[in-house]
């Protein structure tokens, strides 16, 4: 493996790389970086949690003037939610040698953006509707622009944003270095290549490197109205520090996150259609371990890279393979190992048998735990967490205590009285979740299989369910996300 000193970058820009625990480049940082800082254009066939924001990040960092006071980068993204992680990551990567990122989005008060762009950010990390609206203002000046990124350029297509894009790429400079990353290469996208870039260089993560080896992957096949129990169990038994648990749609996500707070666990949702300031309260709170669960949508979700989680769970099996993947890299970060288990019904295992096929990885089968399993666990737990106390040895001052005790009472009885007081035993409290009908494998002439629904002119799913759509249909929102989508010509 390559390592960051081999690059030949700024020493300031590998200290940063150093201090935040990098040692080795990813298989994506090891291709790009190098093409990148040649000066070419370079599409990047990428997942998230590849590594791809430091491939892009660091050539883009390297090559900011900190004397010029003025936007030298921008990097396009599809969510507000990726475009903070993305300029998180980049001041982290940046600080030292004094780039700043500045990220803009819809949701946020524009006033108090025109203020930060006063402030004059080397780098704006923006969602395509609200980097339009600062250009139209011209909040936002292009022409000092030497490098432009497109991350998750198949989203953005999928929401609608393609044409935003070409009309933000046209008013950028000609002479400036593009590059694109994308999971996927629909037409669209394609085209968009051969018309804004300069013969770009292709750089593709193969579909095995994908899949994080450090993520154990599970699943149970258990009916609908029984999973939310199994899911309480699981949680009781895997004690997780930091859990995400994935539903399919909004709904759900806001009952998930009650009915888990009903049942005492430290529970919150995330998706689009929470302000910003909501948004981003649960963040903070479930970074700091405030909260243990955090439940999202897939869009939700997107980008966000919160060292820590220890465990996934798809409490909704994903759309597609593709959606698969970026779940469950939301752990195994960091070369720590993470679980991530997926619950399906009876009727959705050839659904999961698509999922393990393209994502070549072999999904191991798990029986489901019985309630007495799920009391042993959270019993394990307590003892764990008395021993720790007497490793710790600052329990001196209840030493008195414990003695007057032992004189009345036996160490046997004291002990178990110690352990039941402080188990938490599982919650019986009934909750009702609304139903979801499960995902099948469509077949069709074109493409053989695909699960959830055919895809439409958009490049959206359209639902193959005859119910009403508002209530059922996969989390697309965020204000940027609301535009009208836009049909593409062929």
Partial sequence: MTTF??????H??????????????????????????????VIGQAQTGTGKTAAFGIPLIEKVDIEEAA??????????????????EMNKLGQIKGVHTLPIYGGQDIRRQIKALQKRPHIIVG???????????????????????LDEADEMLTMGFIED??????????????????????????????????????????????????????????????KFDVLCRMLDIHAPELAIVFGRTKRRVDELAEALSKRGYDAEGIHGDLNQAKRDSVLRKFKAGTIEVLVATDVAARGLDISGVTHVYNFDIPQDPESYVHRI???GRAGKTGLALTFASPREM??????????????????????????????????????????????QAYKRMAEQLLDDHDSVSLISAALKLLTKEPSNEPVQLTAEA??????????????????????????????????RKPDRSSNDQKRKKKKFSK
């Avoid at 000193?5 to 700024?10: A, D, H, Q, R, W």
């Avoid at 980068?73 to 993305?86: D, K, N, S």
């Fill in 5 to 10: 000193y081999e690059f030949g970058l700024n």
């Fill in 12 to 41: 300031k820009i590998v200290k940063a790389v150093t201090d935040m625990g990098f040692e080795e480049a990813t298989p994506v940082q090891e291709q790009t970086i190098p093409v990148a800082l040649t000066g070419k254009d």
């Fill in 71 to 88: 936007i030298q980068g921008v990097v396009l993204a599809p969510t507000r939610e990726l475009a903070v992680q993305v300029a998180e």
């Fill in 127 to 149: 969602t395509p509707g609200r980097f339009m609206d600062h250009m139209r203002r011209k909040t936002i000046r292009l022409n000092n622009i030497k490098i432009a990124v």
């Fill in 165 to 226: 894009i070409e009309t933000i790429l046209n008013e950028i400079p000609e002479e400036r270095q593009t590059l694109l990353f994308s999971a996927t290469m629909p037409k669209p996208i394609e085209k968009l290549a051969q018309k804004f870039m300069k013969n770009p260089e292709l750089i593709a993560v193969k579909a095995k490197e994908m899949t994080v080896p450090n993520i154990v992957q599970e699943y149970m096949e258990v009916p609908e109205k029984q």
């Fill in 329 to 331: 890299g939301r752990t």
């Fill in 350 to 395: 050839d659904h999961l048998k698509t999922i393990e096929r393209v994502s070549k990885k072999k999904i191991q089968r798990k029986s489901v735990p019985t309630f007495a399993e799920a009391i042993e666990g959270q019993q394990r737990l307590t003892i764990e967490r008395l021993l720790e106390t007497v490793e710790q040895g600052d329990a």
């Fill in 438 to 471: 499960p995902l099948r494998v469509k077949k069709n002439k074109f493409n053989g299989e695909r699960g959830g629904g055919s895809r439409d002119k958009k490049g959206g799913y359209r639902r193959s369910s005859s119910r009403k759509p508002d209530s």
